[in-house]
């Protein structure tokens, strides 16, 4: 296979990632020791990525504050609330906008601690959410990344059962109610 042009995607935890000049030859490290003595296509692609000129790598973060208003100012939308890579932070910037906007014609001297108060009952379980799913999909220990690769290994089959009982299993249907 020839990797001259290789496009990958990697994900693991560390804390070292820096942004700005000077940083390519430490993501280069990074990325190295992250992977050093993997398997398979692994040293044939650490290779590939010390000898590239286009090496990008990024932190994903959230950050989470105690409070998102203060006096005259507020914040809305990821700066407020950020969620995950994967959706929801449009549909929540929306509905805290709605939010503060019905607070702030109900009664703008308490709008904004209200919105914070309302907006929150959406916000925090979907942060929860998004903490346990980053820890499935990029495990720290090496029993999580092989429980994380057994589920993988196992979720067609899984899908396959479900498929196969509504199949087999009819779904009961509301009661018609005549009149």
């Known amino acids: 296979m020839d990797l ?11 804390s070292r990632i820096s942004k700005g000049g000077g940083a390519f030859g430490e993501h280069k490290r990074i990325l190295a020791d992250a992977y050093a003595g993997g398997g398979w ?8 990525a010390r000898a590239a000129e286009d090496l990008w790598l990024d932190s ?6 105690e409070r998102w208003n203060n006096g005259r100012v507020a914040l809305l939308g990821d700066a407020a609330s950020s969620v995950s890579l994967f959706g929801d932070g449009s549909t929540l910037a929306m509905a805290g906008a709605h939010t503060l906007a019905d607070h702030l014609a109900a009664a703008p001297q308490t709008a904004f601690a209200r919105y914070e108060t309302q907006h929150r009952t959406l916000v925090d379980p979907r942060q929860a959410n998004i903490a346990m799913a980053a820890a499935l999909m990029v495990p720290a ?24 009982r509504n199949q087999v299993i009819p779904r009961r249907r509301p009661a018609q109610v005549t009149t």
Do not use: D, Y
């Open 60 to 65: 994903v973060s959230q950050v989470r504050i």
């Open 141 to 164: 220990t090496r029993v999580g990344i092989a429980t994380r690769n057994l589920a993988s290994r196992l979720w067609p089959a899984a899908a396959t059962a479900g498929w196969l």
């Open 41 to 48: 296509r692994v040293p044939e692609l650490l290779e590939q």
């Open 4 to 14: 001259s042009s290789c496009r990958s995607n990697c994900a693991s935890h560390s």
